[in-house]
């Protein structure tokens, strides 16, 4: 149902290679995994990377749970087993030894993603007109008397050279989009369930570059963000020369726009006021209103009501971003937000986890407010900890309940949002009452996520929202230039990681945000609980860093110090080397680290 990239394949070799396991599945773990989301599978590969023994199982046969990215075939497959057309067998008898006071509690079906909707805008059959005629012209020759040969020869020949013109303009014309034609192509989409955009500087490009799980993505850098100032999209300006250039602020406002920028850079954390919103820090740098709108819709991306700490923390993040990998301050990864999870998975299958997909999951076994195992294709597996994603957790162990909601919009377009000669990675962030800005991301061919000639978009809101509506309202897209449309409805919970089993933790689902801070800092509080004191992702080293059997004998008289050590020093994370590479520059697709500027 993916694309088969490296992290897919190498995840996939087990099953390949031993289709049957439950017979040698161990039967005892310390960890176990249920999910293979974005949470479970850090969780997983954190364990694992720190020796502990680490069993990651999934009902589906993909990776991702609801962070997956799909091909177009395997969107249709999951919006119809969503749809419930496709329903497993759930009404088979459990066979399962239980101890004395033990007892087996079914894992709960809690649907976290609602009101899946699709439209088509290519239902038209293809044309056969002009076949047809073809074919009645041909037969309407039959029977005709045969010009001579010297004819014949210049008839071939001029045939021939309008044959050459007739391919080279199907060859630049544009694609007939339809039903066949999307199916066709299937494999050249990557479509997400759950874009997400890095900050340069966030909290994932940081826990990739630290862990060096890097190595096992590609990223592109967004390369402009937009605004909607009266009516037009526009572009924001994200570097002094920008700011300069744009033709959207006046001389004035230049100068106040970038004493500001410097300003909230240098500003001390102390010394900001907390009786102070945000609103009344733009106004006190005397921010004209369309500065402020700049600041607020596409910078900060906060209410104007928010406390000043949040506004000036947020507005940091976005510049300090700035320049890292690229013009703006984000990057978007390359075959979808999807290949993060199995980049996660790949380091623990890495460090010895054991992946076991595509399998029933019938309970957990509880005895003494504490679960003591799992049963899995019938078979029991006993474990000191385990994590499930909110959709797993029967509920009646679930401890707090705040359920949050986000919508989805996902569109099929034939031209970009606002065209140009080059293909572009676009972030809007569209302006909604209540405070709920819309957020954009648009995507193309040059990222893997569909073939030439089409763009995906994709819109997030936080709460619930039509959101084919209002992008139609904004003027974002017009059914001539749409394919197709998905909208749906992502159910979460933020009641907290601790369910009512004391040795059981629960992964959330997304949430609303641009980033991943909500996911990695869940996940870190999940490791924390199971095993306090520890490192939650500590550097892996390279292969080549790893000494094995009669090499490290040969290289022991020339080291010292302690001479069982196997793994090289770590190299040291200094930001400030950071160099943008030729790879950068030219947006094409890249991997970066903290010593040469490469994801």
Same mark, same amino acid.
């Given at each position: 149902?993916?694309?088969?990239?490296?992290?897919?394949?190498?995840?996939?070799?087990?099953?390949?290679?031993?289709?049957?396991?439950?017979?040698?599945?161990?039967?005892?773990?310390?960890?176990?995994?249920?999910?293979?989301?974005?949470?479970?599978?850090?969780?997983?590969?954190?364990?694992?990377?720190?020796?502990?023994?680490?069993?990651?199982?999934?009902?589906?046969?993909?990776?991702?749970?609801?962070?997956?990215?799909?091909?177009?075939?395997?969107?249709?497959?999951?919006?119809?087993?969503?749809?419930?057309?496709?329903?497993?067998?759930?009404?088979?008898?459990?066979?399962?030894?239980?101890?004395?006071?033990?007892?087996?509690?079914?894992?709960?079906?809690?649907?976290?993603?609602?009101?899946?909707?699709?439209?088509?805008?290519?239902?038209?059959?293809?044309?056969?007109?002009?076949?047809?005629?073809?074919?009645?012209?041909?037969?309407?020759?039959?029977?005709?008397?045969?010009?001579?040969?010297?004819?014949?020869?210049?008839?071939?020949?001029?045939?021939?050279?309008?044959?050459?013109?007739?391919?080279?303009?199907?060859?630049?014309?544009?694609?007939?989009?339809?039903?066949?034609?999307?199916?066709?192509?299937?494999?050249?989409?990557?479509?997400?369930?759950?874009?997400?955009?890095?900050?340069?500087?966030? &909290?994932?490009?940081?826990?990739?570059?630290? !862990?060096?799980?890097?190595?096992?993505?590609?990223?592109?850098?967004?390369?402009?963000?937009?605004?909607?100032?009266?009516?037009?999209?526009?572009?924001? &300006?994200? !570097?002094? !020369?920008?700011?300069?250039?744009?033709?959207?602020?006046?001389?004035?406002?230049?100068?106040?726009?970038?004493?500001?920028?410097?300003?909230?850079?240098?500003?001390?954390?102390?010394?900001?006021?907390?009786?102070?919103?945000?609103?009344?820090?733009?106004?006190?740098?005397?921010?004209?209103?369309?500065?402020?709108?700049?600041?607020?819709?596409?910078?900060?991306?906060?209410?104007?009501?928010?406390?000043?700490?949040?506004?000036?923390?947020?507005?940091?993040?976005?510049?300090?971003?700035?320049?890292?990998?690229?013009?703006?301050?984000?990057?978007?990864?390359?075959?979808?937000?999807?290949?993060?999870?199995?980049?996660?998975?790949?380091?623990?299958?890495?460090?010895?986890?054991?992946?076991?997909?595509?399998?029933?999951?019938?309970?957990?076994?509880?005895?003494?407010?504490?679960?003591?195992?799992?049963?899995?294709?019938?078979?029991?597996?006993?474990?000191?900890?385990?994590?499930?994603?909110? !959709?797993?957790?029967?509920?009646?162990?679930?401890?707090?309940?705040?359920?949050?909601?986000?919508?989805?919009?996902?569109?099929?377009?034939?031209?970009?949002?606002?065209?140009?000669?080059?293909?572009?990675?676009?972030?809007?962030?569209?302006?909604?009452?209540?405070?709920?800005?819309?957020?954009?991301?648009?995507?193309?061919?040059?990222?893997?996520?569909?073939?030439?000639?089409?763009?995906?978009?994709?819109?997030?809101?936080?709460?619930?929202?039509?959101?084919?509506?209002?992008?139609?309202?904004?003027?974002?897209?017009?059914?001539?230039?749409?394919?197709?449309?998905?909208?749906?409805?992502?159910?979460?919970?933020?009641?907290?990681?601790?369910?009512?089993?004391?040795?059981?933790?629960?992964?959330?689902?997304?949430?609303?945000?641009?980033?991943?801070?909500?996911?990695?800092?869940?996940?870190?509080?999940?490791?924390?609980?199971?095993?306090?004191?520890?490192?939650?992702?500590?550097?892996? &080293?390279?292969?080549?860093?790893?000494?094995?059997?009669?090499?490290?004998?040969?290289?022991?008289?020339?080291?010292?110090?302690?001479?069982?050590?196997?793994?090289?020093?770590?190299?040291?994370?200094?930001?400030?080397?950071?160099?943008?590479?030729?790879?950068?520059?030219?947006?094409?697709?890249?991997?970066?680290?903290?010593?040469?500027?490469?994801?």
């Amino acid at each position: 149902m993916q694309t088969v990239t490296a992290s897919s394949w190498h995840l996939h070799k087990a099953s390949l290679l031993a289709p049957s396991m439950t017979e040698t599945l161990p039967s005892e773990f310390e960890v176990v995994v249920m999910g293979t989301g974005l949470v479970e599978s850090m969780v997983a590969a954190a364990s694992a990377r720190m020796g502990h023994t680490t069993l990651h199982v999934d009902t589906a046969k993909y990776y991702g749970g609801d962070w997956a990215a799909f091909t177009w075939e395997g969107l249709q497959e999951w919006r119809k087993v969503d749809e419930g057309v496709e329903k497993e067998e759930k009404d088979q008898e459990i066979n399962v030894e239980l101890e004395e006071g033990e007892e087996l509690v079914a894992f709960g079906e809690n649907k976290t993603i609602v009101n899946v909707k699709e439209n088509w805008y290519c239902d038209k059959i293809v044309d056969k007109e002009v076949a047809d005629s073809a074919d009645k012209d041909v037969s309407s020759n039959d029977g005709l008397e045969q010009p001579p040969v010297a004819e014949q020869d210049n008839n071939m020949k001029t045939n021939e050279t309008l044959e050459t013109s007739i391919q080279a303009v199907i060859k630049d014309a544009k694609p007939e989009w339809n039903r066949e034609t999307l199916l066709s192509q299937s494999r050249k989409f990557n479509l997400d369930l759950t874009p997400r955009l890095l900050f340069a500087r966030g &909290p994932m490009v940081e826990l990739l570059i630290s !862990s060096n799980i890097s190595r096992y993505t590609e990223f592109k850098s967004v390369t402009r963000v937009l605004t909607l100032l009266e009516g037009k999209l526009e572009q924001v &300006p994200s !570097s002094r !020369s920008d700011v300069f250039n744009t033709k959207h602020i006046s001389v004035v406002e230049k100068r106040v726009l970038m004493k500001f920028l410097t300003q909230c850079l240098q500003e001390e954390e102390g010394e900001q006021d907390t009786s102070k919103t945000f609103g009344d820090y733009l106004k006190s740098h005397k921010l004209t209103p369309n500065l402020t709108h700049f600041v607020v819709h596409s910078i900060a991306m906060t209410p104007l009501d928010c406390p000043q700490s949040t506004g000036l923390q947020a507005t940091r993040k976005f510049l300090s971003s700035l320049g890292r990998f690229g013009p703006t301050p984000f990057l978007w990864s390359m075959y979808g937000t999807g290949e993060l999870p199995q980049a996660f998975c790949r380091l623990c299958a890495v460090f010895g986890g054991i992946y076991y997909l595509g399998r029933s999951l019938e309970g957990v076994v509880v005895k003494d407010g504490k679960a003591r195992a799992v049963v899995t294709e019938g078979k029991r597996i006993s474990c000191q900890y385990l994590v499930m994603p909110g !959709s797993k957790v029967p509920t009646n162990l679930i401890l707090e309940k705040k359920e949050v909601t986000a919508s989805r919009a996902m569109f099929l377009t034939k031209e970009s949002l606002l065209p140009t000669e080059k293909e572009q990675i676009t972030f809007l962030s569209l302006p909604q009452e209540g405070d709920r800005p819309v957020r954009v991301v648009e995507v193309g061919p040059g990222t893997a996520a569909c073939p030439k000639g089409l763009h995906v978009m994709h819109a997030t809101v936080e709460g619930e929202m039509e959101l084919e509506d209002v992008m139609k309202e904004e003027g974002i897209i017009k059914d001539e230039e749409l394919v197709y449309s998905l909208t749906f409805t992502q159910v979460g919970n933020k009641g907290g990681e601790k369910t009512k089993l004391e040795n059981m933790w629960e992964a959330s689902g997304p949430v609303a945000e641009l980033d991943f801070d909500v996911a990695i800092e869940q996940a870190r509080e999940i490791y924390k609980g199971m095993f306090p004191g520890e490192d939650f992702l500590p550097r892996a &080293p390279d292969p080549e860093e790893i000494i094995l059997g009669g090499e490290e004998c040969e290289e022991k008289d020339n080291v010292t110090g302690d001479s069982n050590e196997e793994i090289a020093p770590e190299k040291e994370n200094d930001a400030n080397n950071d160099v943008v590479d030729n790879n950068v520059k030219d947006n094409q697709p890249t991997k970066v680290t903290d010593n040469d500027g490469d994801i």
